[in-house]
């Protein structure tokens, strides 16, 4: 059985840091892009960012661009997103999902298979 757990959400200020992981079981986590997506409440779910299974590449939403950076570590089964610059917009779940594509995109959600259950970023101002 799949899951897809996310952690290392929280309250902070604007202007402040957090680091997100994502954990994934019950695949073989180097075969999957991986991608971070969020949701404000009454707005669609976007894409954050996500990173193709090799690592080589990785994609941005322009509004994260120059602050947050994903990363993967395979031998470990768990994806980053260090969010530094933190504003108040970007308040939301932040949800991690898997893909079985080697590459990756933040604007085909559906190329996503499995999806966690998201943690919650709240930004202060």
């Known amino acids: 059985q799949v899951q897809v757990v996310e952690s290392g959400g929280g309250l902070v200020q604007a202007g402040g840091s957090l680091r997100l992981s994502c954990t994934a079981s019950g695949l073989t986590f180097a075969d999957y892009s991986m991608g971070w997506f969020r949701q404000a409440p009454g707005n669609e779910r976007e894409g954050v960012s996500c990173?193709?299974?090799?690592?080589?590449?990785?994609y941005y939403t322009d509004s994260v661009k120059s602050r947050f950076t994903i990363s993967r570590d395979n031998a470990k089964n768990t994806l980053y997103l260090q969010m530094n610059s933190l504003k108040p917009e970007d308040t939301a779940m932040y949800y991690c999902?898997?893909?079985?594509?080697?590459?990756?995109?933040?604007?085909?959600?559906?190329?996503?298979?499995?999806w966690g259950q998201g943690t919650q970023v709240t930004v202060s101002s």
């Open positions: 990173i193709y299974r090799s690592g080589s590449t990785t």
């Open positions: 999902a898997a893909s079985p594509y080697a590459g990756c995109s933040i604007s085909w959600l559906a190329q996503y298979t499995y």
